[in-house]
């Protein structure tokens, strides 16, 4: 089997609560995906999708997406893309770097491995390690009674794990903390997220104030060497997630005991294939993830539903449904919340199918 065309559709994905707002005041309105197509000469064509959270999170961004996509595509046009190992090196040689833009081309690829052996990825990253997954509602940067008000509303819907966006002034962020706190039940979980917002002694401050409360602290501030600084400081649960970006960072960590959960998300690291390493090596170690990606809908959150439900229930402390965030429905078949929880299609590969009357025309054709 050869791979024949790269394909890459542009679409946004207008938010149903209007604002995604995180810290250092950044917000996204309308999120910028691209959907990737291979094509094979056997007819074959596998499917995947890229959705950086804009910018101004890690270093990627939408367009970036597609112009590496024309940087790398010709050097796999020929290429057998069952060979996963060699589609990535090839990639590797052809771009250094640029994780998120491999991505999809290697998520492509493991589409086709399933259809080819009609077998759903789940089963080849491992088979069904749990029938469905328990989801995790991330809660947007507002004032604690706002951010408290939609909890409650989203426990409404099933969920019980909830990830609060704080990372701004240290004094609203204990009022958020303690304000959600309050409206959960015993056995809800709370995640404070501050996505590498507070410099160090802010960080303490707020670990420090929350230190009663039953929480969960998420990648205080911007490098690893001051997030386990707070590690340090804290008895509360810690995640890290933006600097645990492969398999080196992930193989330190374990090493020198800087986290007790992850946040594996599959385009910053490159891909199904990575993901899965670093998903094995967390397992061997006892350190339980949160799979997601950094934003998406209805096929990044069919990717995430066939690596968590590959994964021992045990370990998989959460995943994602972004596709319930968005107002845009664009492929059949994709995972459904029900009741706080989703799970991967049996069908072969990821399940899915692109709307391409809604898609439109290709931003890219490499062949």
Same mark, same amino acid.
């Given at each position: ?21 995180? +810290? ?35 270093? +990627? ?47 492509? /690829? ?28 991330? #809660? +947007?940067?507002?004032? @604690? ?5 939609? =909890? $409650? ?12 966006? *704080? ?28 996505? %590498? ?30 997030? *386990? ?24 960590? #374990? ?26 090596? /967390? ?24 690596? $968590?439900?590959?994964? @021992?229930?045990?370990? /998989? ?35 899915? %199918? ?11 054709? =490499?062949?």
């Amino acid at each position: 089997m050869k791979i024949t065309a790269i394909k890459a559709w542009q679409i946004d994905l207008p938010l149903k609560e209007g604002r995604y707002s995180w +810290s250092g005041g950044n917000y996204v309105e309308v999120f910028d995906s691209t959907v990737v197509a291979i094509e094979t000469d056997e007819g074959l064509t596998g499917y995947a999708e890229c959705c950086p959270l804009g910018s101004a999170y890690l270093p +990627s961004y939408a367009k970036g997406v597609r112009a590496g996509l024309a940087e790398i595509g010709p050097h796999l046009i020929g290429c057998d893309p069952l060979a996963l190992n060699e589609v990535n090196r090839r990639m590797d040689a052809a771009l250094r770097g640029h994780p998120y833009v491999k991505a999809p081309v290697d998520i492509a /690829c493991w589409d086709i491995l399933g259809k080819a052996t009609g077998l759903p990825v789940y089963m080849l990253l491992g088979g069904a390690m749990q029938e469905n997954v328990a989801l995790y509602r991330a #809660i +947007s940067q507002e004032s @604690p009674d706002q951010m408290a008000e939609k =909890i $409650a509303g989203y426990k409404a819907e099933g969920y019980t794990k909830f990830q609060l966006k *704080v990372g701004g002034d240290a004094n609203e962020d204990i009022d958020r903390i303690r304000a959600t706190r309050a409206v959960l039940a015993v056995d809800d979980i709370l995640i404070a997220d501050a996505n %590498t917002g507070w410099t160090r002694h802010e960080a303490a401050r707020v670990v420090g104030a929350v230190s009663d409360l039953d929480v969960y602290i998420e990648q205080p501030c911007a490098s690893y060497a001051e997030s *386990v600084s707070i590690r340090r400081r804290t008895a509360l649960p810690f995640i890290l997630d933006e600097v645990i970006d492969g398999t080196d960072t992930l193989v330190r960590g #374990i090493a020198e005991d800087a986290m007790d959960v992850i946040n594996l998300k599959i385009s910053k690291v490159g891909g199904l294939t990575r993901a899965r390493l670093m998903r094995d090596l /967390c397992v061997a170690s006892g350190i339980p993830m949160t799979i997601e990606d950094t934003w998406g809908g209805d096929i990044t959150t069919a990717a995430i539903a066939h690596l $968590a439900r590959s994964t @021992p229930e045990k370990f /998989c402390f959460s995943a994602t449904d972004f596709n319930s965030y968005g107002t845009v429905t664009f492929a059949e078949g994709a995972p459904e919340r029900v009741n706080g929880r989703m799970t991967a299609a049996d069908r072969p590969g990821l399940g899915i %199918t692109p709307d391409f009357d809604l898609l439109g025309e290709p931003v890219l054709v =490499i062949k």
